[in-house]
């Protein structure tokens, strides 16, 4: 069954960086379309950015020049590189896949900015 697995979360300190990852299994991830959202306490789910169909990519405005998102196929794996750290980047940080049969959710990370 599909399954996402993020990684990478932790406690950083403001303009620190973070690389999260997500590992897919059972699922066609080289033709996939790959999203990172986050949720803040008290906040709604809002996405941060998307990889689609291989190497077109989009970023929330909030995010621009400060996150980047990739994808390794062979290793069936996307990641969010997190830079320039802010305190409202707090959030548990998801990420999602589509890969034409269903859309699906890892558990989440927790992504905590603090001095």
């Known amino acids: 069954q599909v399954q996402l697995v993020e990684s990478g979360g932790g406690l950083v300190q403001p303009g620190g960086s973070l690389r999260l990852s997500c590992a897919a299994s059972?699922?066609?991830?080289?033709?996939?379309?790959m999203n990172w959202y986050r949720q803040a306490p008290g906040k709604q789910r809002e996405v941060v950015a998307g990889?689609?169909?291989?190497?077109?990519?989009h970023y929330a405005d909030f995010v621009k020049g400060r996150f980047t998102i990739s994808r390794d196929n062979a290793k069936n794996t996307v990641y969010l590189q997190m830079n320039n750290l802010k305190l409202e980047d707090t959030a548990v940080y998801y990420c999602n896949a589509n890969d034409g049969r269903g859309d699906y959710w890892g558990q989440g990370t927790q992504v905590t900015v603090s001095s």
């Open positions: 059972g699922m066609f991830f080289s033709r996939s379309a």
């Open positions: 990889i689609i169909y291989g190497d077109t990519t």
